[in-house]
């Protein structure tokens, strides 16, 4: 097969700070698009300015799935495959090496690392598709692409979040609340909304949504695991809602983490040791409830520490 027509896109609201930066990391690509939502700055002007092709809509009610998948549909027929890089996210320089070295894909997945102040690290992302095979996105907000799943994945492709922390994030709040309440029975919705009102320290709604989730007995299991992780940060006694979250998926690497930290914490470090041992045999980073600090260098020094601690114990309890 001759090397494929790629694109990038994004769809944009009031993004003029990346649009310079955005532009030049997307230069070895076949064409970029930024759809632009009623941006009040100066996105569109910035934008053309770099070169990139920039359309204006208006989309009521707002929705993240519809604007992408617009987005999608404004991508030249020529094209083979469509990447989706948002604003304020960047490419390594060797990017596309691997997409045009593997082009018998209908979808690629691919590393996502945060440069931000959230607490995932690195995770696998896998919003690269060939145009022709039908992806579609799906939920208004904390949308996903949907179709069948990546068959390629790519080391050397790695995109890096570098997010504006100083830009308001209340629409987010705003937008789970209304989606919620038209679809009271949208399992990821009540999840992402839950998660919203414990990262704005409102606990006692975090605390109803995330337990009303966790009723239904259904939804995604790492999702659910994470519901119970995040109960376990704003509940006194933690460790009855760590054991649930190994319950719900007991491949994740984060409840076993976090019950080393509570048995430390309490002062038994031998336990500690035990549960952060079982942590280490987990190694699947895949998913997007990633803890950064359970992973890499912050896990390691944890690690080594317990076990320095429980070593010298046992050296006193012998000599």
Not at 134 to 139: A, E, F, I, V
Request: glycine content about 4%; overall charge negative; aromatic content about 12%.
């Amino acid at each position: 097969m001759s090397r494929p027509k790629i694109a990038v896109v994004t769809c944009v609201l009031n993004e003029q700070q990346h649009a310079q930066r955005w532009a030049e990391t997307t230069e070895t690509a076949d064409y970029v698009l930024w759809l632009d939502t009623g941006s009040t700055d100066k996105t569109v002007e910035y934008a053309r300015a770099e070169g990139i092709e920039v359309v204006e809509t208006v989309i009521t009610p707002f929705r993240f799935d519809d604007a992408r998948n617009i987005a999608m549909a404004l991508v030249p027929n020529d094209i083979d495959i469509v990447l989706q890089l948002d604003a304020d996210e960047t490419l390594n320089e060797t990017w596309r090496d691997g997409i045009d070295a593997n082009p018998d894909h209908h979808r690629w997945s691919y590393w996502l690392q945060n440069a931000g102040t959230s607490n995932w690290g690195k995770v696998n992302r896998s919003n690269c598709v060939r145009r022709s095979a039908g992806y579609r996105w799906s939920y208004p907000i904390h949308e996903v692409i949907t179709g069948p799943a990546a068959t390629c994945h790519l080391d050397n492709l790695v995109i890096t979040h570098q997010p504006d922390n100083n830009k308001p994030r209340s629409y987010i709040l705003d937008s789970l609340e209304h989606w919620s309440a038209a679809d009271p029975n949208n399992l990821r919705l009540k999840f992402y909304l839950g998660r919203e009102y414990l990262y704005r320290r409102e606990w006692g709604k975090a605390r109803n949504t995330l337990w009303s989730y966790l009723q239904t007995g259904t939804g995604w299991a790492p999702e659910r695991s994470e519901a119970y992780l995040l109960l376990a940060e704003i509940d006194a006694e933690p460790e009855r809602w760590l054991w649930k979250a190994i319950a719900e998926a007991p491949q994740r690497r984060e409840p076993f983490y976090f019950l080393a930290k509570h048995a430390y914490d309490a002062g038994d470090p031998e336990r500690a040791l035990a549960m952060v041992t079982e942590a280490a045999k987990r190694t699947d980073q895949t998913i997007y409830t990633t803890r950064s600090e359970a992973w890499g260098d912050p896990f390691d020094r944890f690690h080594d520490e317990v076990r320095q601690i429980v070593c010298d114990i046992d050296h006193y309890r012998n000599s």
